[in-house]
């Protein structure tokens, strides 16, 4: 596959990308894969790329701040052979053709070491103040990285910096199984290798193909391996590093290499795949442990370096020890800040969700047991936008301001059952339902249940009053009911979510509807009306109760209630209104239809919670109909 190389004045400014044929990329700053972020002289678009019959095509674009060089001249267009060059600031483009992989014979190597923690912690770094200064940028590579792509670009110019002797290095993929022997012979249950992403310190190879089964030996060992491939002209058979078994293997010394099982596990390929590209005598292939990296490998490779003319095998083994422990801190770094980074999207993840007390007890805790899913007494609060088709018809051209609008009205929701302790335990088109009572119970919860609700009432209330704000025209309708329901962890093998199922969903669905019906914002179960009056102080939320009810669906008959704020923040009703309305509704129940009538008949005008009592009266003329049983029927959702 043809590429093309970027290079900047530091060496890390660097990355290596394949290009496509017959289908123009742009390259700039900050436009994702041909990013070129180091560079301020290149503009965000800056030239048109084509790969074309073998050679590529360079285009400045309008937009572009500063010229293309190419062959020391200004151009605004050129066709690159391979390993020609253009130039653009301070950066250096090289075009790769497309050459055919060198084929080499495979060889056996002459030297293999596998190294264990003994081994590394009994080496010495040279030059450490540059590792560590090299080390200082993983964080920013990680953070900085927004796919796998830059991600491993980024991993490579580190190592090729920190690693002087590396010719060549690249982040490799095991995929398959990755566990001990197979329990078959077949060479195509081997776990394959793909190379992820490699780059050169300089242009040598146009492509590479690196060592399998040193790849393949480092997984199964789950340590760094360390591959040889040419003898010296001397035989300096150096001891093993001190505490370390099985590190040597000569061809015509059968001691130590690898264990019986990995041998026969590698064996199993039908031939040696030792050799990598040809010019380069050893490579090294170090494995990324962790649960984002598992399967990742750095694979480093080089020559004789110039101060060994002699081959003297033991000062370039001694020197690659070295190297190796420098791999295997990037490896552990790369794990644990990837790691890191995955825990903390996550969280950000449950965050939409979960309220902070459940994010703590999941961070210390298995969240297979926190989130298992358990019958448990829970209360549910379903919450419904209302005016939305109105708004739809009036954005009708302009699909994403409604959506975005929608999106701030969910956002009141969730938010405020977030922040009173309540899960967000599914969402239906613009309608959001939280719920209280899992994963964990710390005492009472009805208090919150009822400043979320009042405050999700509030704020659209409030907000929704304003011409041109982002809720105007919404109202909404809350229902909330409280019984036992299977909560946790709930789905298919495909797809799981935590939220609730059983009855009680529905029933506090069916409330919310109800609120239409009554002409009021929040209804609630008998259940939860009873627990607000035991736990719930008048300062935080009051209770009405208001009829009683056979929802659509329903067998069983319910006695609904209204939630209102506390006394000092309503001036729609007092208490002496409430216990008004209560003592009309008991006369309704009874039968005493006249005497309900001029009861509720005493509330205020603006109490719309009494129209639906007042109209079965009035629409029944004043008399209870034969059989009355207190209970009115919802014929409709």
Request: glycine fraction near 10%.
């Amino acid at each position: 596959m043809a590429e093309l190389i970027a290079q900047g004045e530091r060496p890390e400014h660097r990355w290596r990308r394949g290009l496509p044929s017959e289908q123009p990329v742009i390259l700039g700053r900050g436009i994702g894969v041909w990013d070129v972020p180091w560079d301020q002289r290149i503009s965000r678009r800056h030239a048109r790329l084509t790969l074309r019959g073998g050679q590529l095509q360079v285009e400045l674009l309008p937009e572009a701040r500063n010229p293309i060089y190419y062959r020391g001249q200004e151009v605004r267009e050129a066709v690159l052979r391979p390993r020609e060059c253009f130039v653009i600031g301070l950066t250096t483009f090289t075009f790769l053709g497309d050459t055919p992989i060198p084929t080499v014979p495979p060889g056996e190597a002459v030297y293999r070491e596998a190294f264990g923690p003994e081994t590394l912690g009994a080496t010495c770094f040279s030059n450490p103040d540059r590792r560590l200064e090299v080390l200082s940028r993983l964080p920013e590579v990680i953070s900085q990285a927004t796919d796998h792509l830059q991600l491993c670009s980024g991993l490579v110019s580190m190592l090729l910096a920190g690693i002087s002797c590396a010719e060549l290095v690249a982040i490799v993929r095991v995929a398959g199984r990755q566990g001990p022997r197979s329990q078959t012979d077949n060479p195509s249950e081997l776990p394959s290798v793909e190379t992820l992403y490699w780059d050169e310190r300089r242009t040598r190879f146009s492509r590479f193909q690196l060592s399998r089964r040193l790849v393949r030996e480092a997984f199964l060992k789950k340590q760094s391996v360390l591959h040889i491939w040419r003898r010296p002209p001397t035989d300096d058979l150096i001891p093993p590093a001190a505490g370390v078994s099985e590190t040597l293997e000569w061809p015509d010394d059968h001691k130590g290499g690898p264990s019986e099982s990995i041998q026969e596990e590698l064996n199993r390929e039908g031939g040696p795949e030792f050799t990598a590209v040809e010019g380069l005598d050893w490579a090294f292939c170090t494995p990324i442990r962790g649960r984002v990296s598992a399967g990742w490998a750095l694979y480093v490779a080089g020559s004789w370096p110039s101060w060994s003319p002699q081959g003297d095998l033991g000062r370039l083994v001694q020197a690659l020890r070295a190297e190796v422990k420098f791999a295997e801190i990037v490896a552990a770094s790369v794990a644990a800040l990837r790691d890191l980074r995955e825990l903390e999207r996550r969280q950000s993840l449950l965050g939409q969700f979960f309220p902070q007390r459940v994010l703590e007890a999941v961070a210390v805790e298995d969240p297979d047991v926190v989130l298992a899913p358990r019958e448990t007494k829970v209360t549910v609060l379903f919450c419904d936008l209302r005016g939305f088709s109105r708004e739809a018809e009036r954005h009708a051209g302009n699909l994403m301001v409604l959506l975005n609008r929608v999106g701030k009205a969910l956002g009141v929701m969730t938010r405020s059952i977030l922040q009173e302790g309540g899960v967000i335990g599914d969402f239906q088109g613009d309608s959001a339902m939280g719920f209280w009572g899992w994963p964990l119970v710390e005492g009472p919860w009805m208090a919150s249940v009822c400043r979320a609700a009042l405050r999700i009432w509030g704020e659209f209330a409030t907000l929704g009053a304003q011409a041109g704000g982002p809720l105007a025209g919404f109202r909404v309708g809350i229902g909330i009911a409280t019984g036992q329901a299977v909560a946790g962890k709930i789905g298919t093998e495909d797809h799981v979510k935590a939220t609730v199922f059983g009855p009680v969903v529905n029933l506090a669905s069916r409330l919310e509807g109800l609120t239409k019906l009554f002409h009021v914002p929040i209804l609630v179960d008998e259940v939860t009306a009873r627990a607000i009056r035991e736990e719930v102080p008048p300062s935080v939320a009051r209770v009405r109760r208001l009829a009683r009810v056979r929802p659509y669906g329903f067998e069983q008959a319910v006695e609904i209630a209204e939630l209102r704020p506390p006394a000092q923040n309503d001036p729609l009703l007092t208490d002496d209104d409430i216990r008004l309305y209560e003592e009309g509704l008991d006369a309704f129940l009874e039968g005493e239809w006249q005497r309900a009538y001029r009861l509720l008949r005493q509330l205020p005008s603006e109490d719309t919670g009494a129209d639906l009592l007042i109209a079965h009266i009035v629409q029944h003329g004043r008399i209870p109909p034969p059989n009355w049983d207190g209970i009115i029927p919802c014929l409709s959702k």
